[in-house]
């Protein structure tokens, strides 16, 4: 059985979420959770969120054994951009483009 969490419009650029991501893909839930806890990067608390909510879904079935779980699938997609400008030289706008991101994570029993 499966289990699933998705965490939508998170305000950080899919390629650093995804550097995170990459860490703890195929591994056990417990594993997976002692890799973010160490990891010094900002994605790694909102992925650890993320990771405990499919736990968490896991958990209201009850023919799914907690303590055997690890992540099948985890992946990033880029959400929506925010368009903002600032003020550059000789009177120009230049670009700022603020990145979204939306982390699934899809657990299943070894």
């Known amino acids: 059985m499966e289990a699933k969490a998705v965490a939508k419009y998170i305000r950080m650029s899919p390629q650093k979420v995804r550097l ?3 860490l703890v893909r195929g591994k056990k839930v417990q594993e997976a959770r ?21 736990v968490a879904n896991a ?35 230049a670009s700022i483009k603020k990145k979204s991101s939306h982390i699934t994570v899809i ?3 070894m």
């Open 59 to 93: 958990a209201q079935n009850p023919n799914i054994d907690e303590n055997i779980l690890y992540v099948k699938e985890i992946f990033v997609d880029q959400g929506p951009t925010l368009k903002r400008w600032r003020a550059a030289a000789q009177g120009k706008a």
């Open 107 to 109: 657990l299943d029993e």
């Open 34 to 54: 002692n890799i973010l806890l160490y990891t010094r990067k900002y994605a790694a608390g909102v992925i650890a969120d993320v990771l405990k909510s499919a």
């Open 20 to 22: 995170v991501v990459d």
